[in-house]
């Protein structure tokens, strides 16, 4: 099969660019600590080496080092605070060498960089040393440090004091009185200092905070959640802007939870139109731009093409999934796309669950050459974007084969027939309207050939050893769970990745892109994994919590996680480590979302929704027989209603259970069309995949002839402008039963609406005499919406 990458020489210039600029090496003296520290509190050491300072900070001691390949067991002492509150002040020295702890000499060597075997975490002096400080903070808080003096160059016993803390708890941070009192120091450092930085640092700032519980936390993230309400969410966006869709998403997603702003609920229809257009859909995740941007700007100065990555496409997933939760607009086409690169990329041969800076490339890519430059495929919203109507009447075209040839790619033209798989497979491909800049007389399209992959139908054997890009793995995690209770195969995904997560502590802050965002997500996947692999997590990660504490306020950011390059992208401050930190501790509160608190599970819309039917109350046999049934997608809704009904008519606890029941599947029944069809308005693609699975678990109902999955369908309904008398008459259906509440009186305004719309269809039908697939689709969602609506009087 050909496989071709579209933009491929501007992204292999790009590429080629960045690795120069960021060369492995930038000599022993820098790597990786020739960077200079952002905290004011840091203001001491910058003033010492101006520029040449990020180096390890060896816990409350008032201790910087670095550790050198030439003595891997021993920490070099580069700086030593002079304040009061410094516990090393005038016991250690500059120069000295620090070469055990608490009467033991460092017995592993450090690694130096991913770059080289075993380097990944903080091994050696780092780990043993903060083992030694927590065992002198549980008791008498003198810690004694082994030591070759830069004047004497013998080894001797130097004894610091340290505040007595107290240990933490072997189930830390549960029934932990050392992280209870940790977590509300953070809470006030990091307010004390006000959220700051970048838009990921103050969003993971604010998050942490509210999964700490505390409640200045709240006005912060009311200020800030307006602030976004108020801005724009564009597809054609500049910039980095996929990275912040899904950090805004999140946000807002958390925010709604806890507030139910009205204002989320139309900003969450913007998002998803925009996550459903920018994406790259060969692939599941997204470029720093939004795709269509990209293409259609191909050749302009300074914007450069850019490969997928699974980072921005895991937090758009995951911040759907918080929308999904809550009840609010998500594209389930980009949801699922994101859904399947994530099953492609760790689902299948994948026993370490890694992923590495992009999902795997299981998409097969094809350029495609029409001929007719008038195609009536072209997209409404413009080159660059999906073509809703796919390969349907795309016209004659001719295939673009591509080959490498030395430096250079060789492009030839070929027939069609070389690749059957366009005719026979035709409905399930996806296509998008392209020119490319250097021919824009050439009316192309790239199709993109989606992989099938198998739903998991058991959990995955989850083996050590993995990491790859944590973030990515720790969002995927996430995503799967929330919004998906009860989904099976999602939930066995979800706990791959988690496990994953909780398998390589080591990569806590190793990452490609932004070290904290890593570390935030690693936690936020990691609390999902089982028992075993929580504990063993927690107490690695421990130890990078006491090495990073200081003796004068927060956790201060360690050069572990500088990425390949030694240009991690980190602020070398106190804030990202602070809420990272926070967020570990946090964890076992669920008072967010993303940390496990639950949502009304009436509200999720699932894959399989049946599971938010029934209440943990629901146990009598005769009932929960029509409800098991249900939950297997074995039995259509209107069969097990009429039963339901049925059963009902006894006056007994069993009838008083049935009727509630089969109330609360109406009352589903309802909300759901109707969310539908108010959501087709403004957005008939998202809904489609929506539209597809409800008519898939109502097989069988009245009225049913089958929705055929073809998206140009819905597509060209959105732009029949004589169906704008049935949204019209729709509205009037919504606003007598909200103000009725489904009164006699509503149930015959509906009627009356009901007539009105057969008749508009009828003229549109006569009319306009569309293809038979769009008529049936009309015919079917009208019968819904009666059946939907009666009542029982």
Same mark, same amino acid.
């Given at each position: ?104 000499? +460092? ?215 918080? +929308? ?87 492009? &030839? ?13 035709? &409905? ?52 799967? +769970? ?139 046999? #005769? ?8 939950k297997k997608g074995k039995s259509p809704f209107l069969t ?7 059963? &009902? ?11 509630i029941f089969a109330e609360r599947l109406r009352s589903w ?25 409800? #008519? ?98």
């Open positions: 099969m050909l496989y071709i990458k579209f933009n491929i020489l501007v992204i292999s210039t790009f590429l080629i660019v960045v690795q120069a600029l960021f060369a492995i090496h930038r000599g022993a003296d820098d790597l990786p600590y020739g960077q200079d520290m952002k905290h004011k509190l840091d203001k001491p050491l910058n003033d010492k080496y101006g520029g040449k300072n990020f180096f390890m900070n060896l816990g409350p001691t008032g201790i910087r080092a670095r550790i050198d390949p030439e003595s891997p067991k021993a920490f070099k002492v580069m700086f030593v605070f002079q304040d009061k509150k410094s516990p090393a002040k005038g016991k250690i020295n500059i120069g000295d060498y620090i070469v055990g702890a608490n009467g033991k000499k +460092f017995s592993v060597a450090h690694g130096f960089h991913r770059k080289q075997a075993g380097s990944r975490g903080w091994q050696g002096p780092p780990f043993e040393l903060a083992g030694a400080i927590e065992d002198a903070q549980g008791k008498d808080g003198k810690l004694k440090l082994l030591v070759i003096s830069s004047k004497k160059g013998a080894v001797k016993s130097v004894t610091i004091e340290l505040e007595k803390v107290g240990r933490f708890s072997e189930t830390f941070p549960w029934d932990c009185e050392r992280s209870e009192k940790l977590s509300k120091e953070l809470c006030d450092f990091i307010i004390s200092n006000g959220i700051n930085g970048r838009h990921h640092y103050k969003i993971q700032q604010l998050l942490s905070l509210l999964a700490a519980g505390d409640k200045r936390a709240e006005p912060l993230v009311k200020s800030y959640a307006q602030k976004l309400l108020s801005g724009k969410v564009l597809p054609s966006a500049t910039g980095m802007a996929t990275w912040g869709w899904g950090y805004t998403g999140i946000l807002l997603g958390e925010y709604y939870y806890l507030t139910k702003d009205k204002k989320v609920v139309e900003k969450a229809k913007e998002m998803a139109n925009a996550y459903e257009l920018g994406m790259d859909y060969s692939s599941g995740g997204f470029s720093h731009r939004p795709y269509p941007y990209i293409n259609q700007r191909a050749s302009d100065t300074g914007v450069k093409g850019y490969g997928s990555m699974a980072g921005p496409g895991g937090l758009s997933m995951l911040a759907q999934s918080l +929308f999904k939760a809550n009840g609010l607009s998500y594209s389930l086409k980009a949801y699922m796309r994101t859904h399947e690169a994530y099953l492609l990329a760790v689902g299948e041969n994948n026993p370490k669950a890694s992923i590495a800076y992009g999902f795997s490339n299981g998409w097969e890519t094809l350029l495609i050459r029409l001929k007719d430059k008038k195609s009536p495929c072209k997209s409404k919203l413009g080159n660059g974007y999906i073509c809703p109507t796919g390969m349907k009447d795309i016209g004659p075209f001719v295939c673009e084969k591509w080959e490498k040839k030395g430096d250079k790619w060789d492009k &030839s033209l070929v027939s069609p027939s070389n690749y059957p798989w366009l005719k026979s497979e035709a &409905s399930q491909l996806m296509v998008y309207e392209y020119n490319l800049y250097v021919e824009p007389s050439v009316m192309q399209r790239i199709v993109f050939r989606p992989k099938k992959v198998k739903e998991p139908n058991k959990a995955f054997n989850t083996q050590p050893g993995g990491g790859g890009h944590v973030a990515p793995m720790g969002m995927g995690a996430a995503a799967h +769970f929330i919004g998906n209770k009860g989904n099976k195969s999602w939930n066995y995904l979800g706990a791959h990745l988690a496990g994953g997560c909780a398998l390589s502590p080591g990569m806590l802050f190793d990452g490609h892109a932004d070290a904290s965002m890593h570390a935030f997500f690693s936690v936020v996947g990691a609390l999902r994994a089982n028992k075993k692999q929580l504990r063993s997590y927690l107490d690695y990660v421990k130890t990078l919590i006491v090495l990073a504490e200081t003796h004068d306020g927060g956790l201060v950011d360690q050069p572990f996680g500088c990425q390949r390059n030694a240009t991690c992208s980190i602020e070398r401050g106190r804030t990202a480590y602070s809420h990272v930190a926070l967020m570990i501790l946090s964890m076992h509160k669920k008072r967010i979302m993303l940390t496990g608190a639950e949502v009304d599970s009436t509200l999720a819309d699932a894959n399989n929704p049946y599971s938010s039917l029934q209440t943990s109350d629901f146990q009598i046999k #005769l009932c929960k027989k029509e409800g098991d049934t249900i097990t209603l009429k039963k339901l009904d049925k059963y &009902s008519l006894k006056e007994d606890e069993k009838g008083k259970e049935a009727y029944i309802t909300k759901r069309t109707v969310g539908l069809l108010e959501l087709s308005k403004s957005q008939p693609v998202i809904v489609l995949g929506d539209l597809k699975i409800y #008519l898939k678990l109502v097989k069988g109902m009245d009225g049913e002839k089958g929705l055929k999955e073809k998206e140009g369908e819905i597509k060209e309904m959105e732009g029949v402008k004589d169906l704008s008398k049935f949204y019209k008459s729709f509205d009037k259906i919504l606003a007598t039963l909200k103000k009725k509440k489904e009164s006699a009186s509503a149930i015959k305004t509906a009627n009356k609406a009901k007539v009105k719309l057969a008749e508009t269809i009828e003229k549109y039908l006569a009319k306009k005499a569309p293809h038979a697939d769009v008529k049936s689709e009309i015919e079917v969602l009208l019968k819904k919406v009666t059946l939907n609506l009666k009542r029982k009087s």
